[in-house]
């Protein structure tokens, strides 16, 4: 079965031989994927890996609004391809990935005469708005330290985050500077160690209990 028939089960044979026609194109980690102002020219369907969208403020300063990978979409290229609106945000190749690009004359006709498709898409938009509703209310309602714990709980592999301090801040819509104190005071708690990019959790548990007072 091919990505198509994958991720579109019940589009017809024709529109689905039509996608899987379209090229895949390999993408390193790091390379940027949209910059704000520009127009989507297409639907991105994410094929393995992962993107991140940030936006960045005035003064520099970045928040994740969330990371598209297999099977979900990205809210900017959605409301870009149906309102003409320019993308606000940036997106990078969080990771390698793979990802089949559908022209956006070809979206509009298959959510113009596809049920299924206009149901896959208008789901997966409905599901990124709501992580999206969530970060917002997590920025605005939660402590950081709350946000950070919570943040270091979600990226842990094998007990240790792979991030620098500004993805962190990135993250949960924080500075460089706040995080590094919030770790300096974690570690002096014995919760965490920390090392050039890289923070070992020694008290998960701690953790996890700030993060649960988030509200």
Known sequence: MGWAASSFPGLNAGDLARLEALPVADIPQGTA?????ETPQGFAVVLSGRIDVHLTGPTGREILLYAVEPGQSCVQTTLGLMGDEPYSGEAVAATACRIAMIPAPMFRRLMDEDAGFRHYVFRAFA??????????????FARVEARLAQALLD???DGAVTATQADLAARIGSAREVISRRLDGFARKGWVTTDRGRVQLTDSAALRRLAQTAM
């Open 155 to 157: 990226l842990a592999v």
């Open 127 to 140: 599901q990124r708005m709501a992580d999206m509703t969530h970060v917002l209310e997590r920025v605005a």
């Open 33 to 37: 994927i949209f910059h704000p102002g």
